[in-house]
């Protein structure tokens, strides 16, 4: 479990602080 409070985003977004899509490329 991560430090920080977050849920895995059910749609794509292009957050920086979201560490599933933020500065990792989980779309590719």
């Known amino acids: ?3 920080i409070n977050v849920k895995e985003p059910e749609n794509e977004c292009h957050d920086p602080n979201c560490p ?9």
């Open 1 to 3: 479990m991560v430090g």
């Open 20 to 28: 599933f899509h933020g500065e990792l490329s989980v779309r590719g």
